[in-house]
């Protein structure tokens, strides 16, 4: 999309896992729905409600928690608030009753059954993931709107450009990464600091950094509990959660009742390549244990992917004495900024370019910022997210189940680690000897997204969703 203008609270996102775009864009679009039936004066007139999943949303939409999310978001739900505890209570209400308190507001009928329709073999040609609201009035009319979920919770209604935020005079418009180093070069800004001067188009600095920071804490937090949360992943899968078990044996056992203390015994236990290596393991399972639970989480640039950049950041805060406010907002803006070069370039939609575009794009984010924290060059930067990208490349979604586990919490550990490896490959060599540059790598990016079999993009119809015999109970 040309010209958009991308936030940094646009690719970083809190909601509720276990997908940004078939969960939380979903929700988002729900939400929308309402308003806009608010806003015509129709939610008090409405007696039904539909709604149709085309596409990816449809084929994996159960397994993603679509239906969940849908339901919540038409209840008034907000993910970033709702009480994750309560989320099978509400939804077994809604089942049970068949009720749905619309826009918490208008209590009308609804069957679960008949009224969530997936369209396996239908989809939208303006993207895979669609989903379409129709509200059937008591005046006889009726009302609907359609929307796309185009990664990252990103979400398009039919007919507009996709763009809710103020348009601003951005004192450092960005398309690609060759635009993004030019301001770096001639102002001698870091990637960051051009980012903190664009989100100064749009808001105070400090509301900015407090914004950053409050993501921060919900990344903090859904380490922690993650990492002290045992049991078996929802889904039927049977999946059981290795981050507490993990964590258990690395600390031997003891337990801490917080964050901080937590942390000093980690740096206590010491600093050798295995220890480091199982605690960054440790950081990403976690994070995506907690996304498939349906946890709260920070979309990094997506749901699948948010334990890449917090496992790359919670290594820097650990073993690289990073535990510094400043540090971390710096880390996130610089992050931000390589997510919203690929976004603008290519996609972070899996159902667009496979996994790539969420695992590849989140460790090139985090290769970029832990290269800038750690004293690495602009151009050291940019280096460090193609090289990190450059081997993602082709890298299919085929999710098991149609669930956000199998491969998805593995490969978070696997996009963490290379994260780490490209940085430090970027910070001990020569950028202006190398022979590929972060755009070339974005464009290829896009054109592997755009030759990809539609099978090995979220649909599960292909890859290990189809090699491995399962037999899941029906939702």
Not at 187 to 213: D, F, Q
Not at 291 to 305: C, D, E, I, L, Y
Request: hydrophobic residues 40%; aromatic residues 8%; glycine residues 10%.
């Amino acid at each position: 999309m040309p010209n958009e203008q991308i936030s940094v609270f646009d690719i970083f996102k809190i909601g509720i896992g276990p997908s940004s775009s078939h969960t939380l864009g979903p929700w988002r679009a729900a939400q929308q729905f309402t308003n806009a039936l608010k806003k015509e004066g129709l939610l008090d007139h409405v007696e039904q409600v539909k709604i149709l999943l085309y596409g990816s949303l449809a084929k994996t939409g159960k397994g993603h928690g679509t239906d969940i999310a849908i339901l919540l978001g038409l209840a008034g739900g907000d993910p970033v608030t709702f009480e994750v505890n309560a989320i099978d209570s509400t939804v077994a209400e809604i089942k049970e009753t068949q009720k749905l308190n619309l826009g918490a507001s208008n209590i009308i009928n609804f069957s679960y059954n008949d009224d969530l329709i997936f369209l396996f073999m239908e989809s939208l040609p303006f993207h895979p993931n669609a989903v379409t609201f129709q509200a059937f009035l008591n005046t006889g009319k009726a009302f609907s709107e359609t929307y796309y979920s185009i990664g990252g919770g990103f979400v398009v209604k039919e007919g507009e450009n996709g763009s809710e935020k103020e348009q601003v005079d951005l004192p450092f418009p960005v398309e690609k990464a060759s635009e993004l180093l030019h301001w770096c070069l001639s102002t001698g800004l870091k990637v960051s600091e051009v980012v903190m001067e664009n989100e100064a188009a749009w808001r105070p600095e400090a509301e900015t950094k407090k914004g950053i920071l409050q993501h921060f804490q919900v990344i903090k937090e859904c380490i922690y509990r993650g990492s002290h949360t045992g049991g078996f992943l929802p889904g039927g899968l049977d999946v059981a959660r290795r981050a507490q078990k993990l964590n258990q044996r690395l600390i031997n056992g003891q337990d801490y009742t917080d964050y901080d203390s937590w942390l000093i015994a980690i740096r206590n236990g010491g600093n050798g390549f295995n220890y480091i290596l199982d605690w960054v393991s440790c950081f990403a399972l976690a994070v995506n244990e907690e996304n498939a639970a349906f946890g709260r989480v920070v979309t990094a640039p997506t749901n699948g992917a948010a334990g890449v950049i917090p496992a790359v950041l919670q290594y820097f805060i650990t073993f690289c004495d990073g535990y510094d406010e400043d540090k971390i907002i710096q880390f996130i803006a610089c992050a931000s900024e390589v997510g919203s070069i690929f976004k603008k370039g290519a996609t972070i939609s899996a159902a667009m370019g496979g996994c790539q575009a969420e695992i590849g794009v989140s460790s090139a984010m985090a290769a970029a910022a832990l290269t800038e924290v750690l004293g690495g060059s602009q151009r050291q930067v940019l280096m460090a997210a193609e090289i990190a990208m450059e081997h993602h490349l082709g890298l299919t979604c085929d999710p098991i189940g149609g669930l956000v586990q199998i491969p998805c919490i593995e490969r978070n550990t696997m996009g963490a680690i290379k994260a780490i490896t490209a940085s430090q490959l970027a910070l001990q060599s020569n950028p202006d000897k190398a022979k590929v540059s972060l755009d070339a790598v974005v464009n290829t990016m896009w054109e592997t997204a755009l030759d990809m079999n539609s099978k090995y993009k979220e649909t599960s119809d292909g890859g290990l969703a189809t090699n491995i015999p399962l037999s899941l109970p029906e939702c």
